[in-house]
């Protein structure tokens, strides 16, 4: 069985399409009808995170910590003690490829770490076309990049397990399991192949995250375009 982790808090407005895009990618013939658990893992949610899940079908179990390291390791926990060979990460703003599960089990690797692609600029205004451009330069969207996403990650419940998981971290967890992965010698694949978009969100929900480094960049480019 392949199991895939979503961390979610308060993400009623994106995640009915992440989920959406995750049971297309569950449902690809390159599977072979390999069985795909979801889980998402709501995370202090206050809004209605978890009426959309449960409209998705998708399993749900809640948490109350506000860290998405603990909310990672979590659904990660649950899905190996379901007998789960293969754990693929993503975010509840952010849409997967019908072959993202497929692409990443083609790489034969313990751990596959992929790039991102980015929609939704416009929610940074008038800065949305300056960031776009300054990512669209600097990001090195090829296999071989050495970027690590959380909205793109998979790992063989083996090598997650020998590696001792995610650490509780609000920030970083992601990078710290690769870390641990290169550690114990794990096979990792820097692959471009399995897709997925994430949002240009300007509600960033972890500090020092994905979004948050975006914010940041949008607004060293404004004062910069400003001086």
């Keep these: 069985m392949i199991g895939v982790v979503i961390p979610a808090h308060n993400e009623a407005e ?30 202090s949610c206050s809004d209605d995170t978890a009426a959309v899940v449960a409209s998705h079908g998708v399993a749900a179990i809640a948490i109350d910590a506000r860290n998405v390291g603990l909310a990672r390791a979590t659904g990660a926990q649950l899905l190996v003690d379901a007998g789960a060979r293969w754990l693929a990460f993503t975010d509840a703003d952010t849409e997967v490829s019908p072959d993202w599960l497929v692409k990443q089990l083609a790489e034969n690797a313990d751990a596959v770490c992929g790039s991102v692609g980015v929609g939704g600029w416009g929610a940074h205004g008038t800065d949305g076309l300056l960031l776009q451009e300054h990512f669209a330069r600097n990001y090195v969207d090829t296999d071989g990049h050495r970027h690590v996403h959380g909205a793109n990650l998979g790992v063989s419940a083996e090598a997650y397990s020998r590696a001792g998981g995610f650490m509780p ?45 975006l914010l940041a960049m949008a607004g060293s480019l404004a004062a910069v375009a400003n001086a």
Excluded: K, N, Y
């Design 14 to 43: 994106r995640i009915g399409a992440s989920l959406a895009s995750v049971l297309r990618a569950a449902a690809h013939p390159g599977l072979a009808g390999e069985p795909v658990e979801v889980v998402v893992v709501l995370d």
């Design 169 to 213: 971290l609000a920030c970083d967890e992601d990078v710290m399991l690769v870390r641990a992965l290169q550690a114990i010698g794990a096979r990792i694949a820097w692959s471009a192949q399995p897709r997925v978009t994430t949002s240009a969100r300007t509600d960033a929900r972890a500090r020092g995250g994905f979004g948050d480094t």
